[in-house]
């Protein structure tokens, strides 16, 4: 079954999208013993496809992006065929945001970069930054209002 691992900093709406993405329905849940009890996997059907989604929130603490905190987050990244790379872009990009793009780009899996709280049309214009991080288009999504989803996962599923 294909992997799909969701990172990015606290607050831009990770667990958001996961719950989105998962539904209400009935699935296993899986802690990373050691890593974080925040990090969980459950299955997704996307079209047919069974994919087993990760939600990695925790492994991140804010700009103290230090190397045990890699290490773990690599740990959890292990085998994920695909990343979903969420940012808030009203914030703009910060130096960590960064320093995370590069840091996938290392690990090699394809990354598709999620412009998450584009609640409308008028937030479109805060997309064109994300750009920099060197994916490609990045996706704009509301995970609260479930806008761009399918978008999203159609994006995905070409990695996998
Ligand atoms: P995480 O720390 O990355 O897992 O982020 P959460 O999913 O816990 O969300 C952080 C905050 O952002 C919560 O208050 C959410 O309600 C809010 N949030 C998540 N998605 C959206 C969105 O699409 N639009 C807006 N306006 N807020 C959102
Ligand atoms: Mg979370």
Redesign the pocket.
Known sequence: MHKVAIVGR??V????L?NRLIGRREAVVADFPGVTR?AKEEVMLYHNHRITLI?T??LWSGDEWEAVIREKAEWALEGADAVIFVLDPRDGLSAADYEVADWLRRLGRPVVVVANKIDSPKHEPYLAELWALGFGEPVAISAEHARGLDDLMDRVMEHL
Request: glycine content about 28%; overall charge negative.
């Open positions: 606290p607050n709406g990770k667990s958001s996961f925040d939600d929130g925790g």
